[in-house]
């Protein structure tokens, strides 16, 4: 980036962009874990019934992978948070100022998302998926991190939305 601009990815390797690259492979192993619940739960290739989400009737994914919000159009919502982990990672390998921007943006994004989740899973479903919980704090510190930097605020390049919406 250009002389007094920050920098998460394009400064090269150092602490903060280790910490981006470290979070977003824990938030990438969380969503797959729970893309491959949301299918084992609805379709189930055995008579296997647990998972290692299942605590008690209070810390239990099943609740949060059987309401309504799980998915959309049958898709579960946590490979979108699988979408946004890998996009960080890419984003690591091939840093971009104005990739990283949108990171920053779509960053927020998520935890917007999360947030939401979080209320509807305690309020509405009166169960919290672990597993949920920890995707939930990995996006709020990757967000965190790029506040921490301070990053310019930008709109999202149109390319990256794209990207999205075309996956």
């Given at each position: 980036m250009e002389g007094n601009q920050r920098s998460l990815t394009t400064d090269g390797i150092n602490g903060r962009y280790f910490l981006l690259l470290t979070l977003s492979i824990i938030g990438m192993g969380i969503t797959l874990y729970l893309v491959g619940h949301?299918?084992?739960?609805?379709?189930?290739?055995?008579?296997?019934?647990s998972s290692a989400c299942d605590i008690n009737s209070f810390f239990n994914c099943d609740a949060a992978t059987l309401s309504p919000l799980s998915n959309i159009l049958g898709m579960p919502i946590a490979g979108l948070g699988l979408l946004f982990y890998i996009n960080l990672i890419a984003s690591c390998v091939f840093p971009n100022a104005r990739w990283?921007?949108?990171?920053?943006?779509?960053?927020?994004?998520n935890v917007a998302g999360c947030l939401i989740l979080f209320l509807y899973s305690l309020f509405?479903?009166?169960?919290?998926?672990?597993?949920?919980?920890?995707?939930?704090?990995?996006?709020?510190?990757?967000?965190?991190l790029f506040w921490k930097k301070g990053l310019p605020w930008a709109l999202p390049s149109v390319k990256i939305l794209g990207i999205y919406a075309g996956l």
């Open positions: 949301y299918m084992d739960v609805n379709f189930p290739q055995d008579l296997m019934g990283e921007q949108s990171n920053h943006i779509l960053a927020w994004v509405f479903l009166s169960s919290m998926c672990p597993f949920c919980m920890g995707h939930w704090a990995v996006s709020l510190l990757v967000a965190l």
